[in-house]
């Protein structure tokens, strides 16, 4: 029996994706016209739908502690 390993989204290769702020071309008609949601860009000719890219996490991931609480000084 074969045994295969988990599936890696870092290892997938580049994923097409809407970037906020930059001129973004559709994949499926080569147009750059596009009505922009909150999670997804669709473009206005063809209709492909593409994942906005910020750069941000959501969820859980969005507030990270470091261990070390804030120390505050006496004035």
Known sequence: MARTLPFRPADAGYRI?????????CPGCGRS????????AECAYCAT???IRTGQTVG????????NAPTFLAA
């Open 60 to 67: 859980e991931g969005l507030v990270r502690s470091h261990g």
């Open 17 to 25: 994706a809407y970037r906020l702020q930059e001129t973004n071309h």
């Open 49 to 51: 739908a593409l994942p």
């Open 33 to 40: 016209h596009w009505h922009v949601g909150r999670m997804t």
